[in-house]
């Protein structure tokens, strides 16, 4: 049977399919594989390995007949119409709990260069701007006694209120199920968004993108916010106003925001790039060497469980 990957993933997925006498077809340029290119590639294919930034769309399911299933190498899945490939009988996967830890590491990572203004502090040096120390040189934000707000509660906003908790913060979350463990772990209030928004000096992203989550952070909602208050998002773009979110930005309306995925990715809004008050990663959240590993080793092995008979390991 024959596996495509829409781009080249650690080794170890490759290296588990051909032990299991899978053929391996790997698009090996260093961009996102172009759709005429993965039309003409998937006919044959039996697995398709895809990630996040392909659109898994209505065309390209028929464009796979014998295809019965996508791993996707990414915990969310936007990226696909699920409801085609379901009607199709394919079974779709992803990759949760591998890349908890990575998420929520560049979470906080994200939440201490915006409250320490460290891209700031990382110009000065870097254009040797340094005059020395000074009483008033790039004030920020103590992250100890202040509301940590998540919203959505699953693996990776739990790891992340963890995370937080350490920091000294209270932690406040937002979520449609009760989390008994995040609450006798970290303190945890679940109130609701209005509220959440209202109280929390950093809020933090971590649901997946649906139709009901699409800007869920509205012009409304973001009025919300306080006037010192930093958002985090490491979770997807398009939850946010972008547009919105700008102008407050713009306008001092909040402390800072912290970006690792964009509404129109990967075409970044050009005033966001003008702006003092914002930290920008490349979608990295999942970029560490142990996260990736496991990543391709459980979109491989669901690869390998769906087309053996069994039931896959990870099914969206
Ligand atoms: C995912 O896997 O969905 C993340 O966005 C990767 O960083």
Redesign the pocket.
């Known amino acids: 049977m024959e596996i495509f990957f829409t781009r080249e993933i650690p080794a170890i997925a490759e290296i588990l399919l051909k032990k299991h006498l899978f053929k391996v077809k790997v698009y090996k340029k260093n961009n996102s594989i172009p759709k005429d290119i993965l039309i003409k590639n998937i006919r044959n294919a039996d697995g398709l390995i895809s990630l996040?930034s392909d659109k898994i769309d209505k065309n390209l399911i028929d464009a796979m007949p014998k295809c019965r299933i996508i791993a996707n190498y990414?915990?969310?899945y936007n990226n696909i119409d699920l409801d085609y490939a379901r009607s199709k009988g394919i079974i779709v996967t992803n990759?949760p709990d591998v890349?908890t830890e990575s998420?929520a590491d560049i979470t906080l990572a994200l939440t201490l260069a915006c409250a320490r203004r460290l891209p700031e502090g990382q110009k000065i040096m870097k254009t040797n701007k340094f005059k020395g120390w000074g009483p008033k040189l790039l004030l920020g934000i103590e992250l100890s006694g202040k509301y940590f707000g998540i919203i959505g509660a699953g693996r990776i906003g739990t790891a992340v209120a963890i995370r937080a908790k350490a920091f000294g913060t209270k932690i406040l979350y937002c979520s449609n199920h009760k989390n008994d463990f995040l609450e006798s772990v970290t303190g945890a209030k679940k109130v609701p968004l209005a509220k959440l928004l209202s109280l929390s000096d950093i809020i933090s992203l971590h649901l997946p993108l649906t139709p009901k989550s699409y800007h869920l952070l509205n012009k409304d909602n973001l009025k919300l916010l306080k006037p010192n208050a930093i958002l985090i998002n490491t979770a997807r773009g398009e939850i946010v106003d972008e547009k919105e979110l700008i102008k407050l930005l713009k306008n001092n309306k909040i402390f800072a925001a912290g970006f690792d995925?964009y509404e129109n990715e990967p075409n970044i809004n050009p005033d966001l790039l003008k702006l003092k008050n914002v930290v920008l990663l490349p979608?990295?959240?999942?970029a560490t060497f142990e996260a990736r590993n496991k990543m391709a080793e459980l979109a491989a092995q669901n690869v390998i469980a769906v087309l053996s008979g069994r039931k896959a390991i990870t099914p969206v």
Do not use: D, M
């Not at 979608?283 to 999942?286: E, I, K, L, N």
């Open positions: 996040l990414a915990v969310g990759t890349l998420t995925v979608h990295v959240g999942s």
